[in-house]
C-alpha cells in the first residue's frame, strides 16, 4: 500500500530554518505530483506547496503566498522523497505539516490547481512544527 512518512519537524525560533522530508513507498513515485500543506489547531488544512513530476525539462512548482520566497520544495525521485526547505521562520508558521500524493500519476493539472486538497488521496502523518517568537 502506499505510505507516506514526513520526518524533520521541531521547535524552533522564528527566523530559523527547517528542511521538512517525506519518503514515499508503494507507488511510482516519480509519475505523481506531491504535495505539503499544514494544519494549525483551530484552522482548516491548507495548501503550503506542490511539485509536479517531471514535464519535458523541467519540474512545476507551485506556493501559498504566504510562504513565498522563504519555502522551497523539491524532489528526488531515485530516493523518494520529497522536501521542503523552510527559510525565515515565522510563528504564524507554526501547525503540522503533512506531505500528499495526488490520485492521478503523470497529471499535471496547472498551477492553480496544485493546492486543491481533493486532488490528493494519500497522506502522511504528519510533523509538528514550532515556531517561537
Known amino acids: 500500500q502506499v505510505q507516506l512518512v514526513e520526518s524533520g519537524g521541531g521547535l524552533v525560533q522564528a527566523g530559523d530554518s527547517l528542511r521538512l522530508s517525506c519518503v514515499a513507498s508503494?507507488?511510482?513515485?516519480?509519475?505523481?505530483?506531491m504535495g505539503w500543506f499544514r494544519q494549525a489547531p483551530g484552522k482548516d488544512r491548507e495548501f503550503v506547496a506542490a511539485?509536479?513530476?517531471?514535464?519535458?525539462?523541467?519540474?512545476?512548482?507551485n506556493y501559498a503566498d504566504s510562504v513565498k520566497g522563504r519555502f522551497t520544495i523539491s524532489r528526488d525521485n531515485a530516493k523518494n522523497t520529497v522536501y521542503l526547505q523552510m527559510n525565515s521562520l515565522k510563528p504564524e508558521d507554526t501547525a503540522v505539516y503533512y506531505c500528499a500524493t495526488d490520485s492521478n500519476p503523470n497529471l499535471y493539472r496547472g498551477p492553480q490547481t496544485m493546492g486543491t486538497l481533493t486532488n490528493y488521496d494519500y497522506w502522511g502523518q504528519g510533523t509538528q512544527v514550532t515556531v517561537s517568537s
Open positions: 511539485i509536479s513530476s517531471y514535464i519535458g525539462s523541467t519540474y512545476y512548482s
Open positions: 508503494g507507488r511510482t513515485f516519480s509519475t505523481y505530483v
